[in-house]
């Protein structure tokens, strides 16, 4: 199948019903395989761990630069939550977000209300989690450097980690034993 350049720029399980599809899919995923994807949920729950870390300083670091921001960075954000977003969210056995951000690359998220995200950051696509603005990044490079220092390399650890479960997951799904699990389902129908 080819893909237009508009088409690429569009995020994945746009409308309701594939949105809903690719979640019971995954969920469902998760269930079945839950005694091989140890590894992948302990390293999905090592993630929401460090993030929790990381998001004490985000907190604080958005206390003093968010609430007079004259351009704040959601209302022009288009974010989405690609595979591994879903995966992490399932492999924790979090609530799921009713829908994606956006529809289209240039719609406004629909999770931003005046006083802020209505998700949880835990719940935000990734890019939403990681992302610093300019007056952000130059607020701790310049007043909290090792605050700066800790914060990129908790993220940077936690982007390394969240591929290999995806990884891990991937591996577990795709292995002969999965599959041959799946056709005997659907054989069974
Ligand atoms: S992160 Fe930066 S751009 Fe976004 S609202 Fe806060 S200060 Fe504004
Ligand atoms: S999901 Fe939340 S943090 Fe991300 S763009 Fe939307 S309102 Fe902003």
Redesign the pocket.
């Known amino acids: 199948m080819r893909y237009s350049h508009i088409e690429r720029l569009s995020p994945p399980w746009r409308t309701t019903a594939s949105w809903d599809e690719a979640n019971r899919i995954i969920r469902a995923l998760v269930e079945r395989q839950a005694s091989r994807l140890g590894y992948a949920g302990s390293l999905a729950s090592s993630v929401y761990l460090g993030l929790e870390i990381g998001f004490g300083f985000l907190d604080e670091l ?1 206390l003093e ?2 609430p007079h ?1 004259p ?4 209302l022009s954000a288009s974010p989405w939550f690609d595979y591994r977003d879903l995966v992490f969210l399932h492999l924790n056995h979090m609530d799921i977000p009713p829908r994606q951000p956006v529809s289209t690359w240039k719609a406004t998220c629909c999770y931003i209300r005046p006083r802020g995200c209505t998700l949880d950051r835990f719940f935000r696509p990734w890019i939403c989690t990681w992302y610093m ?1 300019a ?2 990044t130059a607020n701790l490079r310049n007043r909290r450097i090792g605050q700066w220092k800790e914060i990129s390399r908790i993220f940077s650890e936690m982007k390394a980690r969240r591929k290999e479960m995806e990884d891990e997951f991937i591996r577990v799904i795709t292995s002969s034993r999965a599959v041959k699990m799946l056709d005997n389902e659907q054989d069974g129908e």
Do not use: E, R, S, Y
């Open positions: 958005c630069t968010c921001c351009d704040p960075c959601c603005c007056v952000q």
